[in-house]
């Protein structure tokens, strides 16, 4: 699991530089490549999400064993790359704030999250993204 984590990550900072060279438009992104029409990379732990609020931001203390994506063209839009079970990463928009966990649940190897409200701490969603579905929304 470890090199597929260190994998993701090198694939993605490859992407990225390569955006920034050549025209967005010729190298797909990330976000792309594993959150669009169902793609599925089972050898990989993620999740992906789509701010409708704003960028979520986070600090690096929030990262353990995990790595966040966003996407080039849209950075509301954002992959989260968790490494092994015990991984978690910690992101936050202006309303919310968003725990993803490296846990996987089967049959399907989805990722759990849980969305909580700034104003009152409470659980607004507790729910699970898996790979052939559409990226969670944070409104």
Known sequence: MRNSFFLVSTIALVALMHIRIVDAAAVPSIWSIFCKNGAKHPATRYACFESQEGKA????EDLHDAAVVYNPSNPNQFLVVLEEDQASATLTTPQYTLKVYGYLQEPDN??????FSHNDQLTVESSAYCQSYPAPQII
């Open 110 to 115: 989805c990722i759990n999250f849980e969305l």
């Open 57 to 60: 931001n986070y600090r690096s």
